[in-house]
């Protein structure tokens, strides 16, 4: 049997998120001090308290989620729930994925947090400059989507941005088109849910977002990871420094592949995950993809003891 930790990204955030877990685990404490040390100023502070409208800003949001789930994981390994060590592989869906090759030990701490907090930056600023949207589309497979997406392109650039499970494609891009594509989603045996997003992320609208991150990855110390990671635009895994700069640059107008990660790590022989980070977004994914496949999700105090699982 071989375990995957697997890390949540943008919108698992909740006010109060990590707070339980900072005053019972030092080592979890430890992680939010160095964190309001690395950015300059009290991110702890909007994570345990909020207010929520600060805390759900994109530039914020990222390196909250973040924190939390590395705090999370310090936490569960100093309360003996695993072993650092423990993992044959890790992942993470979109932000998630630099919790993870943080985790794996191809960037710092201190690196990994500035880039995800300047990549929430970049991502702010971008959805600012156009005016973009995203639908989830529940209930048909990647044809009813494409095709939806292609009666509606004569309103804007629009696409899938996140393959999550079985039934549920969520698609980004230009307002009008995302609003028409809701408007027609029955005629394609979709059900539409318009997210409450900043921006249409996963999509050409996030192309400045990716030039500026190009930046930020090139100054970046990146080394191999020690342990595997799966990447989202490929489901493939990371390996040498430059093409992990490559694959998160794409990953900012590209689709997120999580349901084939999920998959690939499976067929790669891991039966048992760890979903380690805020709120349980990816468990419920999990029960989609494979519900032969185990998950615990660690996202308080009360998971890290046995016997709440």
Not at 3 to 16: E, S, T
Not at 86 to 106: N, P
Not at 258 to 284: K, Y
């Amino acid at each position: 049997m071989s375990y995957a930790a697997i890390f949540p990204g943008q919108g698992a955030q909740l006010v109060g998120m990590g707070r339980d877990v900072a005053e019972k685990y030092p080592a979890a404490a430890e992680i939010y001090v160095q964190a309001d040390g690395i950015l300059g100023f009290k991110l702890s502070e909007l994570c345990f308290n909020g207010p929520a409208e600060r805390l759900n800003a994109t530039d914020i949001q990222q390196p909250a989620i973040f924190a939390t789930s590395v705090a999370l994981f310090r936490a569960a390994v100093a309360a003996g729930r695993f072993k650092a060590e423990a993992f044959a592989a890790v992942g993470g869906l979109s932000l998630g994925e630099y919790t993870a090759l943080h985790l794996a030990g191809a960037m710092s701490l201190a690196d990994a947090l500035r880039l995800v907090y300047r990549r929430g930056q970049l991502m702010q600023a971008a959805a600012e400059r156009a005016a973009g949207g995203m639908v989830s589309l529940l209930g048909g497979d990647e044809a009813a989507v494409l095709g939806l997406c292609e009666r509606v392109r004569a309103q804007g650039r629009v696409g899938p941005a996140n393959y999550n499970c079985p039934g549920q494609i969520v698609i980004s891009g230009d307002k009008l088109a995302c609003d028409a594509a809701a408007e027609l989603a029955g005629e394609f045996g979709l059900r539409a849910v318009p997210l409450p997003v900043a921006g249409a992320f996963h999509s050409e609208l996030m192309r400045s977002a990716a030039e500026g991150l190009r930046t930020a990855l090139a100054a970046c110390d990146i080394t191999r990871p020690k342990v595997r990671v799966i990447a989202n635009v490929n489901a493939d895994y990371h390996a040498e420094p430059a093409a992990i700069r490559e694959s998160l640059y794409q990953q900012v107008v590209s689709p997120v592949r999580w349901q084939m990660c999920v998959e690939r790590l499976i067929a790669d022989g891991c039966s048992e995950f760890w979903e380690v980070g805020p709120n349980r977004h990816l468990t419920g994914m999990m029960r989609k993809i494979n519900r032969s496949a185990k998950i615990t999700n660690v996202s308080t105090a009360a998971d890290l003891t046995p016997a709440s699982n």
